[in-house]
T-cell receptor, first 113, second 111 residues
Framework: DTGVSQNPRHKITKRGQNVTFRCDPI?????LYWYRQTLGQGPEFLTY????????KSRLLSDRFSAERPKGSFSTLEIQRTEQGDSAMYLC???????????FGQGTRLTVV | KQEVTQIPAALSVPEGENLVLNCSFT??????LQWFRQDPGKGLTSLLL?????REQTSGRLNASLDKSSGRSTLYIAASQPGDSATYLC??????????FGKGTMLLVSP
């Protein structure tokens, strides 16, 4: 296991379409986080899972956004009816119970045209 | 609400210089502070994690300090190299939960 894996790396979609991103955390990590980063800004928290339970959701996570982690392993982030303002880098991170250090994936760059 | 500020926003230095990046946060009730590196268009690479009970951590040419009471951290990079060019992000967290990030310091080390 080489780290947190995110797919796809890049996604271009038309406004109004739905998109889904996948994150595979480090295998022994039970905590998984989604962040969004726009140009020139630091990442902003979206949501957090401990195992399969979604424990926190940011107010940034509108009704068009949904995240799941059905078996406590990989996670998906879906954006419905995409808008141009959704264009950003979506980052996934994971950590374990033994250590709060967060490890990030390479991100999924979303462009809504 | 926790706010994290990083100064300077950008820094350009010649190769070989020692440099300091600054990070300040408004709420001292943190559990940990983490420094990351981000290359253009890439994800974040963890550099150093400091627990609130610690005052500093070192990894190679990097040294990070934490003064929780004053809400400050510094990242010291010794003998900078062109390969150190990247954006450096500071983040604080209350524990097994979310991280709050600064906007980063964009570092350029010229040969």
């Amino acid at each position: 296991d080489t780290g947190v894996s995110q797919n796809p790396r890049h996604k271009i979609t038309k406004r109004g379409q739905n998109v889904t991103f996948r994150c595979d955390p480090i295998s022994e990590h039970n905590r998984l986080y989604w962040y969004r980063q726009t140009l020139g800004q630091g990442p902003e928290f979206l949501t957090y899972f401990q195992n399969e339970a979604q424990l926190e959701k940011s107010r940034l996570l509108s009704d068009r956004f949904s995240a799941e982690r059905p078996k406590g392993s990989f996670s998906t982030l879906e954006i419905q009816r995409t808008e141009q303002g959704d264009s950003a880098m979506y980052l996934c991170a994971s950590s374990s119970d033994r250590n709060t250090e967060a490890f990030f994936g390479q991100g999924t760059r979303l462009t809504v045209v | 609400k926790q706010e994290v500020t990083q100064i300077p926003a950008a820094l350009s230095v010649p190769e070989g210089e020692n440099l300091v990046l600054n990070c300040s946060f408004t709420d001292s009730a943190i559990y940990n502070l983490q420094w990351f590196r981000q290359d253009p268009g890439k994800g974040l690479t963890s550099l150093l994690l400091i627990q609130s009970s610690q005052r500093e951590q070192t990894s190679g040419r990097l040294n990070a300090s934490l003064d929780k009471s004053s809400g400050r951290s510094t990242l010291y990079i010794a003998a900078s190299q062109p390969g150190d060019s990247a954006t450096y992000l500071c983040a604080v967290g209350p524990g097994y939960s979310t991280l709050t990030f600064g906007k980063g310091t964009m570092l350029l080390v010229s040969p």
